[in-house]
Nanobody, 119 residues
Framework: QVKLVESGGGLVQAGESLGLSCAASGSIFRFNTMGWYRQAPGKQRELVATITSGGSTNYADSVKGRFTISKDNARNTVWLQMNSLKPEDTAVYYC?????????????WGQGTQVTVSS
């Protein structure tokens, strides 16, 4: 059984920093891509940042230069360091992992963690 455990999140003021982590566990051979999406109230879920097992990254324009995604392949874990947070970054942040299990790849979502940035 695959499980994604997210941690971090919370309430901060604008301009402050926060970190998120997501660890995948279970009978995982490896991950292809892991990353973060977010969903604000009344809005669609949107990509924040992703990283491949090879280290290629992709960021939403709105977070470029402020957020940094990193990984540990051996631990199937990714981190998202969020700096210079803005009120518009307020959302539930979800971890998404594309994992290879028994030679088949599939997408797995975390339960979400709330990030609130006050002005």
């Amino acid at each position: 059984q695959v499980k994604l455990v997210e941690s971090g999140g919370g309430l901060v003021q604008a301009g402050e920093s926060l970190g998120l982590s997501c660890a995948a566990s279970g009978s995982i051979f490896r991950f292809n891509t892991m990353g973060w999406y977010r969903q604000a109230p009344g809005k669609q879920r949107e990509l924040v940042a992703t990283i491949t097992s090879g280290g290629s990254t992709n960021y939403a324009d709105s977070v470029k230069g402020r957020f940094t995604i990193s990984k540990d392949n051996a631990r199937n874990t990714v981190w998202l360091q969020m700096n210079s947070l803005k009120p518009e970054d307020t959302a539930v942040y979800y971890c998404l992992a594309n994992l290879v299990i028994r030679k088949a790849a599939g997408d797995y979502w975390g339960q979400g963690t709330q990030v609130t940035v006050s002005s």
